[in-house]
């Protein structure tokens, strides 16, 4: 069995992680057919959008894309192709494991969080108010929480819980202060846990002290569901429990297509040395295995990533030594272990 799917190497470290993914998945057997297609910097460089027309039919056609990271400018410039792409096709559910694969500060984490990916504050609706570099300036972002939008992601988070025997839902929001935009939110899980009475218990935290508790006693959460921005900062929190950002994946859900991501970026500080570690995309590979139903193969690539972890072969982010295409060649000699 086949099927054909989008695959965007991005750019910085991009291309070279996805050089190692690619070597990895033909080891492994995967069933994926890629179709190549550009974004980012590396589009704009090829005279291209940012998100050229070309990549969103492939993603259209094959409702399925892995992508690796994609450079956003700071202030001014184009606005975020991921934010774009997570519009364009309403990839509503950002799902983020944090699972302890190597020891480290801690051995028992074990969070799922899933993040709104398409409202809060990152809906772009910003304005500066003033006149060129104005001393009285005055930045102006808007937040929107709609509770369609956020009964769907909790609805999902609820039912991916009950999916994976899970027991409890974290809510966490600012809704002491943001009254209206994070309360929406809360209300909305809360009367989401309604219909999972008896299965999936709600807590609810505040995003401030979630932060301090993720860090004091991680293995006390579970699942967490939040807003947009909360769970991008959060999900690195995470990432960093349990390793960083070079283990860390994330799938970004809708009901016609999914898009499947390593959670970190582009790494402009590392890019084009070779030592970028593959891991956190390579998770995002099972993610998307684990989506089409192949759960053995996903299951078979995660025990190599951890394999190979687990003998000391590692990445230079990780304290190991190893370039990228070499340990790309660990995981697959750990791949054909019988
Ligand atoms: P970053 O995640 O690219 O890098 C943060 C730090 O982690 C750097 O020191 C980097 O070297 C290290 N790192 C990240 N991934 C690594 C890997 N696979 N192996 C080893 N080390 C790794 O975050 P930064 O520097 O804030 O952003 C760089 C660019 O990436 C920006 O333009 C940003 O907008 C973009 N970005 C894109 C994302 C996406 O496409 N989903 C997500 C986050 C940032
Ligand atoms: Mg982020």
């Given at each position: 069995?086949?099927?054909?799917?989008?695959?965007?190497?991005?750019?910085?470290?991009?291309?070279?992680?996805?050089?190692?993914?690619?070597?990895?998945?033909?080891?492994?057997?995967?069933?994926?057919?890629?179709?190549?297609?550009?974004?980012?910097?590396?589009?704009?460089?090829?005279?291209?959008?940012?998100?050229?027309?070309?990549?969103?039919?492939?993603?259209?056609?094959?409702?399925?894309?892995?992508?690796?990271?994609?450079?956003?400018?700071?202030s001014g410039g184009y606005r975020s192709v991921t934010v774009r792409m997570r519009e364009a096709f309403d990839l509503y559910a950002n799902v983020r494991p944090g699972k302890t694969i190597i020891?480290?500060?801690?051995?028992?984490?074990?969070?799922?969080?899933?993040?709104?990916?398409?409202?809060?504050?990152?809906?772009?609706?910003?304005?500066?108010?003033?006149?060129?570099?104005?001393?009285?300036?005055?930045?102006?972002?808007?937040?929107?929480?709609?509770?369609?939008?956020?009964?769907?992601?909790?609805?999902?988070?609820?039912?991916?819980?009950?999916?994976?025997?899970?027991?409890?839902?974290?809510?966490?929001?600012?809704?002491?202060i943001l009254k209206i935009l994070s309360g929406v939110f809360l209300e909305a899980a809360q009367e989401v846990a309604r219909d999972y009475h008896g299965r999936v218990t709600l807590d609810e935290?505040?995003?401030?002290?979630?932060?301090?508790?993720?860090?004091?006693?991680?293995?006390?959460?579970?699942?967490?569901?939040?807003?947009?921005?909360?769970g991008d900062i959060l999900s690195d929190l995470i990432a960093g429990l349990v390793g960083g950002l070079g283990l860390a994946p994330g799938a970004n859900i809708g009901d016609k297509a999914a898009?499947?991501?390593?959670?970190?970026?582009?790494?402009?500080?590392?890019?084009?040395?070779?030592?970028?570690?593959?891991?956190?995309?390579?998770?995002?590979?099972?993610?998307?295995?684990?989506?089409?139903?192949?759960?053995?193969?996903?299951?078979?690539?995660?025990?190599?990533?951890?394999?190979?972890?687990?003998?000391?072969?590692?990445?230079?982010?990780?304290?190991?030594?190893?370039?990228?295409?070499?340990?790309?060649?660990?995981?697959?000699?750990?791949?054909?272990?019988?």
């Amino acid at each position: 069995r086949t099927m054909e799917a989008t695959l965007i190497p991005g750019d910085g470290i991009g291309p070279e992680i996805t050089e190692a993914v690619l070597q990895v998945l033909e080891a492994l057997g995967a069933p994926f057919v890629w179709d190549v297609q550009q974004a980012g910097t590396t589009a704009v460089e090829a005279g291209l959008d940012p998100l050229p027309d070309a990549t969103l039919e492939s993603i259209r056609r094959t409702g399925l894309a892995l992508k690796g990271p994609l450079t956003t400018p700071s202030s001014g410039g184009y606005r975020s192709v991921t934010v774009r792409m997570r519009e364009a096709f309403d990839l509503y559910a950002n799902v983020r494991p944090g699972k302890t694969i190597i020891p480290g500060r801690y051995d028992n984490v074990d969070i799922i969080l899933v993040r709104e990916n398409l409202e809060g504050l990152y809906v772009g609706r910003e304005h500066y108010i003033g006149v060129g570099a104005d001393p009285h300036a005055v930045g102006v972002g808007i937040g929107i929480n709609t509770k369609e939008e956020a009964h769907r992601v909790i609805r999902y988070a609820f039912d991916l819980a009950v999916r994976l025997g899970r027991k409890r839902v974290t809510v966490v929001h600012k809704a002491n202060i943001l009254k209206i935009l994070s309360g929406v939110f809360l209300e909305a899980a809360q009367e989401v846990a309604r219909d999972y009475h008896g299965r999936v218990t709600l807590d609810e935290s505040i995003v401030d002290a979630c932060a301090m508790q993720l860090v004091m006693a991680p293995e006390r959460f579970d699942v967490i569901v939040t807003t947009n921005l909360f769970g991008d900062i959060l999900s690195d929190l995470i990432a960093g429990l349990v390793g960083g950002l070079g283990l860390a994946p994330g799938a970004n859900i809708g009901d016609k297509a999914a898009i499947f991501e390593a959670v970190h970026g582009s790494a402009p500080d590392i890019a084009g040395k070779g030592v970028a570690n593959p891991t956190a995309l390579l998770m995002a590979v099972g993610m998307m295995l684990d989506h089409v139903g192949e759960t053995a193969k996903a299951n078979h690539l995660r025990a190599a990533i951890l394999a190979t972890l687990q003998a000391g072969e590692k990445t230079r982010d990780l304290g190991g030594s190893l370039r990228t295409p070499e340990f790309a060649q660990a995981i697959i000699r750990s791949l054909q272990k019988p």
